[in-house]
């Protein structure tokens, strides 16, 4: 049985899909199809959507508290070969400020892979070629408007424009580019800091729409 906790960056449904397909039985609930496994921190446990089939020790039904819910989505987006665009193009532009030579060209191949790859393994993290949760959280860089120019800062900006906040795409932080993160941020009910933190990268990634650019 594999744990929840063990997946790294992998895909939870493509790891624990045949423990999530099929209903099974338990002691005092009679054939309740919304019966399932589900992951629950270190492992698969009993997540139950109706209780009102569970009996007592006699038949009768009886009152039973709703099964605890597992941990909330990550809010990280999981980008992979295969990729195009936003995501591909802000993986390669994160992998090059921290020194891998790939090409921005926003298609998450062989090359990008190989590249994330070398960057999990540097890091201590599961390397196989997938920008998960874990992968992300190292991946991304702290800007603020003192910050040098460099591919990061040219991420920070893809993805601004890409919400709709129109920005240059110069990999320099300019005053325009405080002003429309700090924008961004005051529309997610994010501090206004005009720092891009992590939560800030989080934010911008989940606020992503189908690119506009190439």
């Not at 446990?45 to 039973?64: E, K, Q």
């Not at 070398?118 to 860089?141: C, E, N, Y």
Request: one cysteine or more.
């Amino acid at each position: 049985m594999v744990a929840a906790d063990d997946l790294g960056d992998r895909d939870p449904e493509a790891v624990l899909g045949p423990q999530l397909q099929h209903p099974v039985e338990h002691p005092g609930v009679q054939g309740d199809p919304a019966v399932r496994p589900v992951a629950l921190g270190g492992g698969i446990g009993l997540g139950w959507s109706a209780l009102a089939h569970r009996t007592g020790p006699d038949g009768p039904p009886v009152a039973a508290a709703t099964a605890p819910a597992g941990p909330a989505a990550s809010g990280w987006p999981l980008a992979r070969k295969g990729d195009l665009l936003w995501k591909a193009r802000t993986v390669q532009y994160l992998l090059r400020a921290h020194g891998h030579a790939v090409d921005a060209d926003g298609i998450f191949g062989p090359e990008t892979a190989a590249a994330v790859k070398a960057f999990q393994a540097a890091h201590g993290l599961l390397a196989d070629g997938k920008v998960g949760p874990r992968t992300w959280s190292h991946l991304v860089i702290r800007l603020d408007p003192q910050h040098a120019p460099e591919p990061a800062v040219t991420a920070l900006q893809y993805l601004l424009d890409n919400t709709g906040t129109a920005t240059d795409i110069t990999g320099i932080f300019t005053p325009a580019t405080t002003r429309c993160l700090e924008a961004f941020q005051h529309d997610r009910a994010l501090p206004v800091t005009g720092v891009a933190d992590r939560a800030t990268w989080q934010a911008l990634l989940a606020a992503q729409e189908p690119a506009r650019r190439p």
